[in-house]
């Protein structure tokens, strides 16, 4: 039986607790502040743990774990739009709607499509039944892992517990709405930088 390890976070809350595995050759997580578990194939190697963002990734693939708030307005046109918008923004072709299901939450709309360098790519929204939260799941992955990334996907898992969850109430999740809106205010100030500093006219004395 494989012993329990622990996934420490650099910051000043463990965000990730690594429970064991439940079948050989898997690694289940479980995010205890938003009552969340899923599992990956063993060997991951995490690359980025945050209060609201975990990634890990392997030789041939590459998963992360977003978290946001539901936005106000109609459900189904805001998540289909905005997976239209993140899948462009990585500059995805062939894109489809995917067709997974994950049991447990509201609903789950996915995108698939083709990286620019011919890998495969997969963005996920989960949404969630018992708390104002999206979980969006994006995997990079070369031909061949199909069933594996979708296993992970269907892996995700929502706990509902009775009592509210004192620290999950005070970490704020940004909306995906607000998020893209930061991406594109940090994306201009970013091009505003690299422009070339304006030369000033030097006059003789």
Do not use: C
Not at 6 to 22: D, K, P, R, W
Not at 43 to 59: A, I, L, M, Y
Not at 61 to 88: H, P
Not at 174 to 191: H, T
């Amino acid at each position: 039986m494989k012993k329990l390890r622990f996934i420490v976070l650099q910051a000043l809350m463990a965000i990730l607790l690594l429970t064991g595995s439940m079948d050989a050759g898997a690694t289940v997580y479980n995010w205890s502040r938003y009552d969340l578990s899923f599992e990956t194939p063993d060997d991951g190697f995490v690359t980025f743990n945050s209060p609201t963002r975990f990634e890990v990734q392997w030789e041939d693939m590459v998963m992360t774990v977003q978290l946001y708030s539901q936005d106000k307005g109609n459900e189904k046109k805001l998540l289909t739009e905005n997976l239209q918008r993140k899948a462009l923004g990585y500059n995805m072709y062939d894109l489809h709607n995917g067709k997974i299901k994950v049991k447990g939450f509201k609903k789950t709309y996915s995108i698939d499509g083709t990286m620019p360098d011919g890998s495969r790519a997969i963005i996920a929204d989960l949404v969630s039944k018992h708390q104002n939260l999206i979980v969006e799941v994006t995997v990079v992955y070369l031909y061949g892992n199909r069933e594996i990334v979708e296993d992970m996907i269907k892996s995700f898992a929502e706990n509902k517990k009775q009592q509210p969850n004192h620290d999950r109430k005070r970490q704020k999740v940004q909306s995906k709405q607000k998020a893209d809106q930061e991406k594109q205010k940090a994306k201009k100030q970013q091009e505003q930088q690299q422009q070339p500093a304006r030369k000033e006219k030097l006059y003789d004395a």
